[in-house]
């Protein structure tokens, strides 16, 4: 027995005009079976890059502007971003702090080519706040990104709003390095047994960095993450005398949470 094959159907088989030339064309690409073959279409860029130019050309179109004194309070949920355009000059040093209310939110920050140059959730809480600072290398208009980090996240609220925006000092410097390290440490304290240690290292880098800073919150934080990873590796008593240096600290800088 044979397999009977049946030729596709052209338009001029529909009573549609069409040149002989045509149709050889379209049965050729049937018999080759590359008819959906993207490599016949060079000059198309794919779907995915088609949607992430999209998806950045929205995200700028769509950008609030965030400007010194004027905070914003606005409603989110899960699977939803806002972004805020900041437009700075070369050498300014740039801080922001989201105030959470009622939901968690992550913080990303873009250069104005679109580079993703730091994301923050250190609270990951309900309450609490997030802050991202940068010292502008390049002028333009700077992006930052909140979304909740949860899809599914219940609706909530927060605030964004610009607690600094001045020209950069060399404890700027210290301070935007001590947060670089400290996220990072971060992430390590998350991971093995190893790499908790891995992040105590880095959490006494940026313990440095922000006392060259001046910087007492970042100080007392990092103090503070260093006694619940020594408290999660058994070192009880290595862990309370972080909490006891961190302690003042939070007296000091009127943050009663902190302190509690």
Known sequence: ????????????????????????????????????????????????????ERSATQS???????????????????GQSHTYKITMSSGQYLRVVVAQRGIDVAVALFTPNGKKIGEVNSDPLIEGSE????????????????RPPEKTAKTGRYEIK?????????????????????????????????AKRKSVEKYHEALDSYRRASDRRGEAQTLNNI???????????????KFNEATPIWQAVGDRRGEA
């Open 162 to 194: 610009i607690e600094e925006l001045r020209a950069a000092t060399a404890e700027d410097k210290y301070r935007v390095a001590g947060e670089a390290v400290f996220r990072e440490a971060e992430r390590l304290q998350n991971g093995t047994l190893e």
């Open 60 to 78: 700028a179109q769509e950008s609030v502007s965030l400007e010194p004194g004027k905070p914003i309070e606005r409603e989110i949920s899960g």
């Open 131 to 146: 802050t991202v600072s940068v010292i502008a290398e390049a002028p333009g208009a700077y992006l930052i990104e909140a």
């Open 227 to 241: 006694g619940e990873i020594y408290y999660w590796l058994g070192e009880t008593r290595k862990a309370l005398e």
């Open 1 to 52: 027995m044979f397999n009977l094959i049946r030729p596709v159907a052209t338009p001029q088989d529909r009573g549609w005009p069409i040149t002989r030339r045509a149709v050889q064309v379209i049965n050729l690409l049937f018999w080759a079976g590359l008819s959906a073959s993207p490599c016949l279409w060079p000059g198309l860029p794919p779907a995915q890059a088609i949607a992430s």
